[in-house]
């Protein structure tokens, strides 16, 4: 598909006025994005599990204007954040409304509310760019869907993580479960850079329902936004590397989710999260998102892990947190060590117990 596709026909419908809600998840990369050309294209492919806990639920209200905006006009809509109008949240959503305006004509037509509420503490330092851009996307598609009733349920999904990419890139994999790889892959025939596909592959059942629990080691605002990190892979001396071997544990990932092989499904991961920050600190201007408590936390996790044999990894997004991954079967040792031993390093004891989810439901 190309970009063309997303471009809508006239419609066959008008419709004065509705009200949507969705609920979207957040979704953690085993194999990350780092870097990205223009337009929110990858700089290489990438593959997450969709969550299941940090969702964003927003409801949008739409209601037909007597005409139309003008070019250059500002876009007709408030935001509410947990039930309280969000002036500084505009310029983001506004922002995202110019870059999708083309493939939503509509949204010059309509007078928007939209109202979002996070299920994670606000402010816990988990990215709900994600969640929220994507559960915006699906509240703009069933705005369409009323005009265009012909549009299928194939053609929803992908044009809503389509949308959600432009918002934040990563917001792309966050539509549906439970694994989902989105940028150009060799080995995968109907990868895109412009949308997230599920996973077609067999997958273990030792993944079913697989546990991440998220360590809340640091609250506070990230010093070096992922776009600014992203924009840092221009012109990095490893990126090119980075990528290719993006590419190359995609293709290793294969036959480790096919049998459940734990021991490499471990070493990947974590080779992944690290190399992420090791981009980070060896771009230029360099930057560290670790604190001492995630190094605190992943050295605690590898002393459990030779002590125990348990299979308990760790990976990082762009951030302090850790967000820390095992089968549900060993949940009950697992958690009892977290508790026990990693939330100490917590702000203010702070985790989420989340596990794998099968992707946005309409409420
Ligand atoms: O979607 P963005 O632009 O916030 O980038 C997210 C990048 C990482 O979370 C660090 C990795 C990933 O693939 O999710």
Redesign the pocket.
């Known amino acids: 598909m190309t970009y063309q596709d997303f471009i809508p026909q006239a419609y066959s419908n008008t419709v004065e006025s509705g009200k949507v809600t969705w609920q979207s998840p957040s979704?953690?990369?085993l194999?990350?994005?780092?870097g990205?050309k223009e337009h929110?294209i990858?700089a290489n492919p990438?593959i997450?599990f969709t969550l299941d806990h940090c969702k964003t639920t927003t409801t949008l209200e739409f209601s037909k204007r007597s005409s139309a905006i003008k070019e250059n006009e500002a876009f007709d809509f408030d935001f509410y954040f947990e039930g309280k109008r969000k002036e500084d949240f505009k310029p983001k959503i506004a922002t995202f409304f110019k870059r999708v305006v083309q493939y939503c004509p509509y949204l010059k037509e309509y007078h928007l509310e939209i109202s979002s509420e996070n299920s994670f503490p606000h402010s816990s330092g988990i990215?709900s760019?994600?969640s929220g851009?994507s559960a915006l996307a699906l509240c703009l598609m069933s705005l369409e869907k009323e005009i265009d009733q012909e549009i299928s349920e194939e053609f929803f999904n992908k044009k809503a993580s389509f949308l959600a990419r432009l918002g934040?890139?990563?917001?792309c994999?966050s539509i549906e479960g439970e694994l989902i790889e989105?940028g150009e892959h060799d080995d995968l025939k109907e990868s895109s850079d412009l949308f997230g596909i599920k996973y077609p592959y067999t997958v273990h059942e030792v993944f079913d329902h697989y546990q991440d629990t998220i360590l809340l080691v640091d609250k506070g605002q990230k010093q070096v936004?992922?776009?600014v990190?992203?924009n840092l892979m221009h012109g990095h001396p490893f990126a090119e590397a980075r990528f290719e071997q993006a590419h190359d544990n995609l293709n290793k990932l294969k036959p480790i989710l096919e049998s459940g092989d734990l021991v490499s499904f471990m070493n990947l991961v974590e080779s992944e999260a690290l190399t992420?920050h090791a981009m980070m600190m060896s771009s230029n201007p360099y930057f560290i998102l670790m604190k001492p408590n995630t190094m605190e936390i992943i050295n605690k996790i590898w002393e459990f892990r030779e002590q125990t044999k348990l299979p308990i990894c760790f990976t990082?997004?762009?951030?302090a947190n850790v967000h820390v991954l095992y089968p549900k079967k060993d949940k009950a040792k697992i958690l009892e060590f977290i508790k026990n031993e990693l939330v100490a390093y917590c702000e203010n004891g702070q985790y989420i117990c989340d596990q794998i989810g099968k992707g946005a439901k309409k409420l």
């Open positions: 979704n953690i990369a194999v990350k994005y780092w990205k929110q990858p990438s997450s990215a760019s994600a851009m934040s890139g990563s917001a994999r989105w936004s992922s776009s990190g992203h992420l990082l997004d762009a951030g």
